[in-house]
């Protein structure tokens, strides 16, 4: 199975500061089959970023996602107040998909 | 819009199955994956398995032997079952359309595992 592990556990920024989160597999993802979700409290986790850099729809621009392989990026460009949330990596390449542990963006 | 609603009962005991019933609203159940996922409370997201339309599944090893999911396309829904579960498996249980890129999900449903 592969293992998702994001860095760092928690990201403590102000608005308008740029985010840089990490998601590390433990093993090569084939086609960048790598997804990004964010997830408020209560709410229903948001499909931000799939296919690795493919925005989904909606998705404000400042949200981009980069990486190949084993290494994977998500950048939000400026943080709005709305951008504070816990932000998942989650492959599906093949089965057993897996969720990294998640990043907590927290202000600051 | 496509709309996904988790139903079932929020208290099971232990050792007991869990069931819970996706119904799906605004589109066609047909030619799509549908997975279920869950969260135990303070907790990460954790995927349990999908199912296709047809009826394949890919599950998780470490609760392949519990789960069992299946769909009805007459009625547009999913199951998924559980069995024999524990204190650890009390979670928020999400359905959402789609095998791996979820853009539509349910709202979540709280199921406690107590005596």
């Known amino acids: 199975d592969i293992v998702l592990t994001q860095s760092p556990d928690t990201l403590s920024l102000s608005p308008g500061e740029r985010a840089t989160l990490s998601c590390r597999a433990s093993q090569s993802i084939s086609g960048s089959f790598l997804a990004w979700y964010q997830h408020k409290p209560g709410q229903t986790p948001r499909l931000l970023i799939y296919?690795?850099?493919n925005r989904a729809t909606g998705i404000p621009d400042r949200f981009s996602g980069s990486g190949s392989g084993t290494d994977f990026t998500l950048t939000i460009g400026r943080l709005e107040p709305e951008d504070f949330a816990v932000y998942y990596c989650?492959?599906?390449?093949?089965?057993?998909?897996?969720f990294g542990q998640g990043t907590r963006l927290a202000i600051k | 819009q496509v709309s996904l609603q988790e139903s079932g009962p929020r208290l099971v005991k232990p050792s007991e199955t869990l069931s819970l019933t996706c119904i799906v609203s605004?589109?066609?159940?047909?030619?799509?994956?549908w997975s279920w996922i869950r969260q135990p409370a303070g907790q990460g997201l954790e995927w349990i398995g999908r199912i296709y339309s047809t009826g394949n599944t890919n599950y998780n090893p470490s609760l392949k032997s519990r789960v069992t999911m299946s769909v009805d396309t007459s009625k547009d829904q999913i199951s998924l079952k559980l069995s024999a579960v524990t204190a650890a498996d009390t979670a928020v249980y999400y359905c959402?359309?789609?095998?791996?890129?979820?853009?539509?999900w349910g709202q979540g449903t709280l199921v406690t595992v107590s005596s």
């Open positions: 296919g690795a850099s």
């Open positions: 959402a359309r789609g095998g791996g890129v979820h853009h539509y």
């Open positions: 605004g589109g066609s159940i047909t030619s799509y994956w």
């Open positions: 989650h492959h599906y390449g093949s089965p057993p998909f897996t």
